[in-house]
């Protein structure tokens, strides 16, 4: 499976971005999703989650402006971050999990950089 993701890049302080994160692979059925970031010399953090039996679960620090969604059809996870701030400024990684040939694995974007200027 090879996930990739896309959208990230450089917005004034209030702006919007949508990151896009696509997993490949014709046997792979995404089952939960985890967004997380990771600013200089910080540790990676968890800011958004969705899994089918839970439905979308959001850190503190974003809940009002991010917003998680799924396309199962397309294997296709997307976060859209409203109002953002520049702490929000972080690599934003996305982690997929599923059934892959009937294990369950999980798996990594490669990660896009978003800046939040003021």
């Known amino acids: 499976v090879h996930v990739v993701e896309s959208g990230g890049g450089l917005v004034q302080v209030g702006g919007s971005l949508t990151l896009s994160c696509a997993a490949s692979?014709?046997?792979?059925?995404?089952?939960?999703v985890g967004w997380y970031r990771q600013a200089a010399e910080n540790q990676r953090e968890l800011v958004a989650g969705f899994s089918s039996r839970v439905g979308p679960q959001y850190a503190d620090s974003v809940k009002g402006r991010f917003a998680v969604s799924v396309d199962n059809a397309k294997n296709t996870v997307f976060l859209q971050m409203n109002n953002l701030k520049p702490e929000d400024t972080a690599v934003y990684y996305c982690?997929?999990?599923?059934?892959?040939?009937?294990?369950?694995?999980?798996?990594w974007g490669q990660g896009t950089q978003v800046t939040v200027s003021s």
């Open positions: 982690n997929v999990g599923g059934k892959d040939d009937d294990e369950w694995n999980t798996y």
């Open positions: 692979g014709s046997s792979f059925t995404l089952a939960v």
